[in-house]
């Protein structure tokens, strides 16, 4: 799987940008590089505000205006303004989504989710186990072999990735409950992990939004 088609710019390419190919999975300092490239094209630079959180937006229907405040993280002090359109204002996939699984008082090793996982660089030797079949799950888990991990197993909800892994990698269904170091698999089959990686997705954070700003869960 081609990583770039889910990070590339309808309207800025990664060849307009570097002026040449790139890998298929782009490190973090190529991403900045193009990323900043694109706020400088646009010319949106000037109406980025840094060190900035937004802790309340209302709007008003008769003036068509949003009512923005925020606080200035240099010296903690709050301002309120007006504007037409709204912001992003924050990171919306900043809280990740963690299912629960049925675990007993024992933990794997070490458990941690994407948005935290420093996992790939200290998996050598060990068996890994990634909660997800996306992007996430799909690059964490290269990585995991590629700093030495003795094993990486990928475990899924509707539907496996399907991919010619290294024999050091599979996929298997969803796991169904942990005890101790042993997981176990929809399948019937289990297998001990040292770690356990959740690639699960994150949920939509807007918590300075007032009430009838945010869209309602059925």
């Known amino acids: ?27 973090r300092e190529v991403l900045y590089d193009y990323i900043t490239g694109r706020a400088k094209d646009a010319g949106v630079r000037p109406w980025i505000q ?16 949003f009512s923005l405040t925020f606080e200035r993280l240099t010296d903690r002090t709050l301002h309120t303004g007006h504007v037409r359109l709204g912001g ?21 090793a070490a458990s941690c989710t994407a948005t935290t996982s420093a996992a790939p660089t200290n998996s050598s030797g060990k068996d890994v186990l990634i909660v ?23 475990c899924w909800r509707t539907q496996a990735m399907g991919f010619h892994w290294p024999e050091t990698m599979d996929e298997r269904p969803l796991l ?26 994150y949920q939509h954070h807007f918590p300075f939004l007032a009430d009838e700003l945010k869209l309602a869960h059925a």
């Not at 799987?1 to 890998?23: C, G």
């Not at 309340?56 to 205006?65: P, Q």
């Not at 997800?132 to 990928?154: F, N, P, R, W």
């Open 1 to 27: 799987m081609d990583r770039r088609n889910a990070l590339e710019f309808a309207d800025y390419t990664f060849d307009h940008h570097f002026k040449q190919p790139i890998p298929s999975f782009p490190p």
């Open 50 to 65: 840094f060190n900035t959180a937004v802790r309340h937006v209302t709007y008003d229907k008769n003036s068509g205006k």
């Open 88 to 108: 992003r204002g924050d990171r919306p996939f900043l809280v990740p989504n963690v299912p629960h699984f049925p675990a007993s008082s024992r933990s794997p």
């Open 132 to 154: 997800g079949a996306s992007y996430s799950a799909e690059d964490i888990g290269l990585q995991c072999h590629k700093y030495g991990a003795k094993s990486v197993t990928m």
């Open 176 to 201: 169904t409950k942990i005890e101790g170091r042993k997981v176990f698999f929809k399948d019937g089959s289990s297998k001990d992990f040292d770690a356990i990686i959740l690639c699960t997705g």
